[in-house]
């Protein structure tokens, strides 16, 4: 029994085929990377609009008065031994952490003391539930007010929850 044999350009046609599929899949890849990049960009620039029109809002709001916050900055301190923080969940956490520091906009600076002590309360430990499916615990670390601005550095670390036994 023999077997018939196949055309030298059907096999040539075949390895043709299968080129191009496999140069359309890495084409896809490439073209899907990149809009993944895009669409980060995209967020973290309309993050970066809607706090600055809150500044330009609030720096509006208080232009005559001297004396108190006007705007808050939040610095995320990264030690060189830790693992880095994805700059979406770093977006995120520091959009709630503008959020839960708003109540100090307005304030008069020479009473910092007092908020400083409110505010190292509410952020001690603090825990932030699903920020892209991943729970974070923030810890301030140091408040600074300077021209009318408030630094806060805090430290953010993965929430490990206690096992109790």
Do not use: C
């Not at 073209?31 to 509006?60: G, S, T």
């Not at 520091?94 to 906009?105: A, E, F, I, V």
């Not at 825990?127 to 600074?144: A, G």
């Amino acid at each position: 029994m023999r077997l018939k044999s196949v055309p030298g350009w059907l096999g040539d046609l075949a390895f043709v085929l299968a080129g191009a599929v496999l140069g359309a899949a890495v084409y896809h890849a490439m073209h899907l990377h990149q809009f993944n990049e895009l669409m980060m960009m995209n967020i973290d620039l309309q993050d970066r609009l809607a706090h600055y029109k809150a500044e330009a809002e609030d720096l509006l709001r208080y232009k005559n008065r001297r004396t108190i916050i006007k705007s808050i900055e939040v610095h995320i301190y990264r030690p060189a031994t830790s693992t880095a923080l994805p700059q979406a969940h770093e977006t995120e956490i520091r959009r709630r952490l503008l959020k839960d520091l708003s109540g100090l906009k307005g304030r008069d600076v020479f009473q910092i003391d007092e908020y400083s002590k409110l505010v190292e309360s509410l952020l001690a430990n603090k825990i932030y539930p699903d920020v892209h499916e991943k729970d974070y615990t923030v810890l301030l670390r140091t408040m600074l007010v300077t021209e009318g601005v408030l630094h806060a550095w805090i430290d953010v670390k993965p929430y490990i929850p206690a096992k109790v036994p």
